[in-house]
């Protein structure tokens, strides 16, 4: 199982979701090689990936080398794959840079697939994104091959019985290991700071000399981070689908809690069910699914009550996809659990043929390096009738996941919230829509109160899905656009309705 709410993106939900149902610089980017301060990127054409074939001829891909250890900057070096699509208008602006969230997302098979929700922008920007260190083509981190992934779906995640909690901390501690004999070194410098500092980097290779940035969901705690980091630098920062800087471990899983419990009381609305009821419903059929796992039409392998949830949670990140959230619950209630297992696949990433993707390796070895705060199994069990109280269906899963995430994880965390004030930086968008399930909407104000005075900006958005930009706000979508474009800062507290 996955931390399946760890802010994850937007873009790269969609995605899942159907494989799941089967002020810059003046350069004017000329120059296929781009450099500045001893750095450089080497652009040049993309190539398939695996199953995956190339982008258009649009597209420019190569490596930047960046220090493995920020701390010692003339020794071992990382290449970050790197991805970009040019200004297609004369009037342009410089580079601006995605990132899509996760942590563990990659940007170099993000960025092409939203081009077209950002097709204003690439009139005056160059479209750029990477794999963050750690992530896919970043020597992406791989903890588990595909037969050990799918025999750990067996794994109670609401463990009930000390056998049940005895095998869960067991299959943390082995998931840590091996993420430690697959990363080595690495393992220990995949933080949100080291890449923070990477992207001031890739700044710099991109001959800006500001960073114009788009972070969405993760994305955001690391635009705040860079904030943090090199103030002076920032450009035009737009943070969308905000995580709460404020909060610590307990505090996210007590906030995505609400969240997915507030989106899923909207969507049992729009069925004209009532919310309490249709939760106790629901978390009464997990309840049978985990005494009884449901058969499917995938050969050799049953719903489990973690993949029936991870079924649930996927269509709670976009409105249009509630249809299909109803189809599976009716299913599942009939006995059948292929439609919620074929929706948890998707969000897995499994595909037909049982391989695995790796983001939730990648996304596991950044938040437990992120994140100082290692629960026990004992306060975790104090916590649970608080996170049971939120929420019926979703709080069990994430009150334990407290203790089962990091649990004996190989290397120490190091705080137990980021620090994102960026005194005397540019104003920073921060976008916070109220529907958010996986980054409740509270997340954008606390995150512009610690960016600082005159630095942090709330842009709200009342509806629903994970993120606002491109999800059919034309005053979202306008706001930004004039934002990032021209530099016309809305006024603070701007909503959208």
């Known amino acids: 199982m996955t931390r399946f709410v760890r802010w994850t993106a937007l873009a790269a939900c969609a995605a899942l979701l159907t494989a799941g149902c089967s002020g810059g610089s003046s350069d004017d980017g000329s120059d296929d090689q781009d450099r500045s301060g001893g750095t450089a990127i080497d652009w ?66 993000g960025m092409p697939s939203y081009a077209t929700t950002a097709s204003q922008l690439r009139e005056r920007y160059d479209l750029v994104s990477w794999d963050p260190r750690g992530v896919a083509a970043s020597e992406g981190i791989r ?105 610590d471990t307990v505090g996210h899983a007590e906030n995505q809690t609400r969240g997915f419990q507030r989106a899923l009381d909207n969507y049992l609305k729009s069925t004209g069910r009532d919310p309490e009821q249709g939760s106790r419903e629901i978390a009464e059929l997990l309840d049978r699914i985990d005494a009884e796992p449901l058969p499917t039409s995938s050969q050799g392998r049953e719903l489990t009550q973690s993949l029936a949830l991870t079924g649930i949670v996927l269509p709670l990140y976009s409105r249009t996809s509630w249809p299909v959230l109803t189809s599976a619950l009716e299913a599942a209630e009939e006995g059948d659990g292929s439609e919620l297992l074929a929706l948890a696949d998707g969000y897995n990433e499994r595909d037909a043929s049982g391989k695995y993707g790796t983001t939730t390796h990648s996304q596991r070895a950044i938040s437990c390096l992120d994140d100082k705060q290692r629960m026990t199994v004992a306060e975790t069990e104090e916590l649970l009738p608080e996170f049971e109280r939120i929420s019926p269906v979703f709080g069990p899963f994430l009150g334990w996941d407290t203790a089962g995430w990091c649990h004996d994880w190989p290397v120490p965390g190091q705080h137990d919230t980021p620090e994102v004030s960026a005194p005397g930086a540019a104003p920073v968008l921060v976008i916070g829509n109220t529907g958010d399930p996986a980054t409740p909407y509270e997340g954008a104000q606390r995150m512009a109160d610690e960016l600082g005075e005159g630095v942090g900006t709330v842009l709200t958005w009342k509806g629903e899905g994970h993120g606002a930009y491109g999800s059919g706000s034309d005053c979202v979508d306008s706001t930004v656009n004039a934002y990032l474009l021209d530099g016309t800062v809305p006024k603070d507290g701007r909503v959208c309705s």
């Open 44 to 109: 040049g054409r993309c190539e398939a990936s695996g199953d995956t074939p190339a982008p258009g001829g649009e597209w420019q891909c190569g490596t930047l080398e960046v220090p493995l250890d920020w701390s010692e900057p003339d020794g071992r070096t990382i290449g970050l794959a790197m991805i970009r699509a040019k200004a297609t208008g004369d009037d342009r602006l410089g580079s601006l840079l995605f990132n899509f969230g996760g942590p563990g997302g990659s940007g170099v098979s």
């Open 143 to 247: 903890c588990r091959d595909d037969e050990e992934i799918q025999a750990a779906e067996s794994v109670d995640f609401t463990p009930d019985t000390p056998a049940e909690r005895q095998a869960y901390l067991a299959d943390a501690a082995d998931f840590g290991k091996g993420c430690q004999e697959s990363a080595g070194e690495l393992l220990a410098h995949v933080s949100t700071t080291d890449t923070a500092r990477d992207m001031d980097r890739i700044r710099q290779a991109l001959g800006d000399d500001r960073l114009n940035y788009f972070g969405i969901s993760y994305g955001t705690e690391l635009g705040g981070v860079y904030a943090h980091l090199f103030p002076k630098k920032v450009g035009r920062l737009t943070l969308d689908a905000v995580v709460d800087p404020t909060a």
